[in-house]
């Protein structure tokens, strides 16, 4: 069983930066992708930034501003997000999971507000 935990929100005036860590314990299988979701009230939730075998993709809205990476050593997915803007409020989580979808197992989410 694969367990993950999330810290690193909080609560930051636009422009500012967050960096989110994801704690993993338990076996993730090398063929799983790792990434990070975010759910605001009322939207459905959306991929932020995936990483697999080593390489990482992000959807347009985020590109150029969040970057995601790993420490195998540590066990630990990070999320380092830059020039925050209202619109990244939201409830962010990490998964793992079958590429290309990555979503088999989840944590239990950290709150990111903006405020302009």
């Known amino acids: 069983q694969v367990h993950l935990v999330e810290s690193g929100g909080g609560s930051v005036q636009a422009g500012g930066s967050l960096r989110l860590s994801c704690a993993a314990s338990?076996?993730?299988?090398?063929?799983?992708?790792l990434g990070w979701f975010r759910q605001a009230p009322g939207k459905e939730r959306e991929g932020v930034a995936y990483i697999y075998t080593g390489s990482a993709s992000y959807p347009d809205s985020v590109k150029g501003r969040f970057t995601i990476s790993q420490d195998p050593a540590k066990n630990t997915l990070y999320l380092q997000m830059n020039s925050l803007t209202p619109e990244d409020t939201a409830m962010y989580y990490c998964a793992a999971g079958p590429f290309p979808w990555c979503r088999k197992y989840w944590g239990q989410g950290t709150q990111v507000t903006v405020s302009s």
């Open positions: 338990g076996y993730i299988d090398r063929s799983y992708c």
